[in-house]
């Protein structure tokens, strides 16, 4: 017989063993194994963002209801790499009871309705979300000290049509300067306008304005915004400033974008005034919607051919065209540049 044979028939030492008996080695950290399966939080509370500070979010719970009250949340760990910006709704667990100390914890951010974005110059495609959810745009410029700037307004008009947000104009200080020549840029323009002087502001107007509304409050430093809610807002206490009398600029002296609630006697809305900006980049604008913006050119442009760049060489534009005719006038022509030289920056 041979060797191997009276091996099979005698016992193996390791029979006894199966793989049933073999144990891993248990987590040295003494901790659950990590796993992408979040929990729903069907019990999460949905809250309105209010402000941000140093990564602590102010929110009101249960709104427009006796139990109103404003808590303090965290970000959870899951959405650290999504911004959360005033306006906002949110879903909030934890302690929500707003009492002093206490911390909520923000695992959600509801479906956006709008969001208004801004880059740092026009080749820049990383994206700035200023504010969320806000349906109306209340563009401030000075009508002197500082001096307005069209294009600035321009820029702003672009982002509230990419957005889908309605753009009002408020022009202060007309005590200063005549405003018309200024307004005359957008004449084209279904764009309500306010006007305002140093001891004549048209607080009841504003505010029948912003009652039913999330309306997000832009503009140039210096140009009275933060004056002006103060003004609609009895108790906000946003920080004023003055403007530098040898640049012409003004300083920044709101430097965070809080939403504050607008009362009068038919209801109320809500107003979140952002701190001033001296450019407004739009290198995340479809260029689609710059000449939306534009509505009285945006009409002449249905006669122009497919593909139309709307540029001065554009080869039969509609718009160029009409104002060459002089049927727009002076106004036209100055829109239209505005229009091109916006147009101008996306084509490079």
Not at 124 to 145: G, H, P, S, T, Y
Not at 162 to 184: N, S, W, Y
Not at 223 to 228: D, M, N, P, Q
Request: glycine share 8%; proline share 5%; charged share 30%.
């Amino acid at each position: 017989m041979s060797w191997w044979a009276d091996d099979e028939d005698e016992p193996d030492e390791y029979d006894e063993y199966d793989e049933a008996d073999i144990r891993s080695r248990p987590n040295p950290k003494g901790n659950r194994p990590r796993t992408k399966t979040r929990p729903e939080h069907t019990d999460a509370r949905i809250a309105r963002v209010l402000g941000v500070d140093r990564g602590r979010y102010t929110v009101l719970l249960d709104e427009d209801t006796p139990d109103e009250r404003q808590v303090t949340a965290a970000r959870a760990s899951e959405l650290r790499r999504q911004a959360i910006v005033t306006g906002d709704r949110v879903a909030v667990v934890g302690d929500t009871s707003g009492e002093d100390g206490t911390l909520g914890r923000i695992v959600r951010i509801e479906p956006r309705t709008t969001l208004l974005r801004r880059s740092a110059d026009d080749t820049d495609e990383v994206e700035r979300v200023v504010v969320a959810n806000a349906d109306q745009m209340l563009i401030m410029v000075a009508a002197a000290n500082p001096e307005p700037r069209t294009r600035l307004v321009d820029r702003y008009l672009v982002a509230a049509f990419d957005a889908g947000i309605r753009p009002m104009l408020c022009v202060t200080k007309i005590d200063l300067a005549d405003p018309g020549p200024f307004l005359e840029n957008f004449a084209g323009l279904d764009l309500p306008v306010f006007t305002s002087r140093e001891d004549d502001i048209p607080v009841d107007a504003i505010k029948a304005a912003l009652v039913g509304h999330d309306t997000v409050v832009v503009g140039h430093s210096g140009v009275g915004k933060s004056t002006l809610v103060n003004r609609i807002v009895p108790g906000a206490k946003r920080a004023t400033g003055h403007v530098n009398v040898v640049t012409g600029r003004g300083r920044h002296t709101s430097s965070s974008t809080v939403s504050l609630r607008v009362e009068n006697g038919e209801g109320h809305g809500w107003v979140i005034d952002t701190p001033g900006v001296r450019s407004f980049g739009l290198g995340h604008i479809n260029t689609d919607s710059i000449l939306k913006s534009f509505t009285d050119l945006a009409e002449l442009a249905e006669d122009c051919p497919r593909g139309c760049t709307h540029l001065p060489d554009a080869p039969d534009c509609a718009i160029n065209e009409a104002v060459r005719a002089g049927r727009l006038g002076d106004i036209g022509r100055a829109r239209l540049d505005s229009l091109q030289r916006l147009l101008t920056t996306f084509a490079h």
